[in-house]
């Protein structure tokens, strides 16, 4: 490396190391995703977005296993070029029929889902008004947009009205764009006063729908289906309930046509492994049955068993992510450090993946945790010190 680049980047690290801001990867291994191991020790996991504990199901093992016994691993090609699979076509026609719209199309992650689809639809002659606690990838996708955005306070449906009616230019298209259950604070997007909103601005509606689906909505088709109301855009991943990896996007025929040519993010890389698809479709059948029913109700207990006490005082979540708001970084760093001591891995947030103050404990629940689990878990979270705030599911701050 050119030593002067090299000097650079070891003064930021550096840096980042004295803000107790350097991050590493902790080395998981094991066949489970709730109780994974860490350097050879067993641990119980309140991390993982592996909300119906899908990933290890035998039938969605077996289903990609069926897969490789019959095709190629690797899709080999983009889709436009050669990669375009019957798995791939077969989950997107049962995505549509779960989701009650006219089509689905796949990506290879939901990341590049929403790169894929803010890119294609925005342009510099438009306005996307913006959550300001919005994913990075929606963050990443309306900067790349060239698009004229507009950050509005979270949750506030009154200053998305107000910058949805912004005249200061005369934009060609229009765009609210939200997430529907927030990845940091579990808090909903008010979605039928945002529809509304849209609506009378005519603007379109992209709601980002990564951490409802499978978990809320009848029969876990989402908090748009609970509001009943239907985006221009509904965006999902298969990497989180369904306990696959990859992303798509629903919604009518024309807005899948369009993407085929103008995503990006879909036209220039690889198609995700046939089997990754076909173990997405095994979930979503699990996720329609009395199966998927019997799961979500044990999340909706955890949640109530674990929010029942003083550390979450006041705080009514009803989706599996649990924040617990310690304030500064150290703080945060050191609760999860003692809960490791103690065999539970939550994972601390620090900024810029959440607003400066507001460092946490994000607690992700699962249909695989037990009674004694969530109990297990709640001992340990009394007996941390007290966070400088309380400020526990506040869902308030600044953009990342």
Do not use: W
């Not at 989706?319 to 891995?345: H, Q, T």
């Amino acid at each position: 490396m050119l030593p002067e680049l090299a000097d650079a980047l070891t003064a930021e690290l550096e840096e980042l190391a004295g803000r107790i801001r350097l991050r590493t990867l902790p080395a998981f291994a094991g066949r489970g995703r709730i109780h994974p191991e860490i350097d050879g020790r067993r641990v119980l996991n309140f991390s993982s977005n592996d909300y119906l504990g899908l990933a290890e199901h035998p039938t969605v093992l077996a289903a990609a296993q069926a897969s490789l016994s019959s095709t190629a691993f690797g899709a080999a090609a983009s889709r436009l070029v050669s990669g375009d699979l019957p798995a791939h076509r077969s989950l997107e026609a049962h995505l549509a029929d779960f989701l009650e719209t006219e089509s689905a199309l796949l990506f290879p992650t939901g990341y590049q889902t929403n790169l894929g689809v803010l890119t294609a639809l925005a342009g510099s002659d438009d306005l996307i008004v913006s959550d300001a606690l919005n994913h990075a990838s929606l963050i990443d996708g309306c900067r790349l947009s060239r698009a004229t955005v507009r950050v509005f306070a979270h949750l506030d449906i009154n200053a998305a009205r107000a910058a949805l009616a912004d005249r200061s230019r005369a934009f060609r298209r229009r765009f609210l764009v939200t997430e529907s259950l927030f990845s940091m604070d579990g808090d909903q997007a008010p979605l039928a006063d945002y529809a509304a909103i849209a609506r009378a601005a005519r603007a379109a509606l992209i709601v980002d729908e990564a951490h409802a689906l499978g978990v809320l909505g009848p029969s876990g088709r989402g908090l748009c289906a609970a509001a009943g109301i239907a985006p221009d855009a509904l965006i999902g991943t298969l990497g989180k309930s369904l306990g696959s990896a990859g992303g798509f996007v629903a919604g009518q025929h024309l807005l899948r046509r369009i993407l085929i040519n103008r995503a990006r993010t879909l036209l220039f890389t690889t198609a995700s492994p046939p089997a990754a698809a076909a173990a997405a479709e095994a979930a979503l059948t699990i996720v329609r049955s009395p199966e998927g029913d019997s799961r979500r109700a044990i999340i909706k207990a955890h949640v109530a068993r674990l929010t029942d006490g003083p550390r979450f005082s006041g705080a009514h979540p009803t989706g599996p992510i649990i924040p617990l708001i310690m304030g500064s970084d150290g703080d945060a760093v050191a609760a999860g450090r003692k809960l490791l001591e103690n065999g539970l891995f939550v994972q601390p947030i620090r900024p810029p993946t959440v607003p400066e103050g507001t460092a946490r404990l994000r607690i992700t629940l699962s249909a695989l945790h037990t009674s004694e689990d969530i109990a297990r878990l709640a001992e340990a979270l009394a007996r941390l010190p007290a966070p400088a705030a309380d400020r526990s599911l506040s869902g308030s701050g600044p953009l990342p």
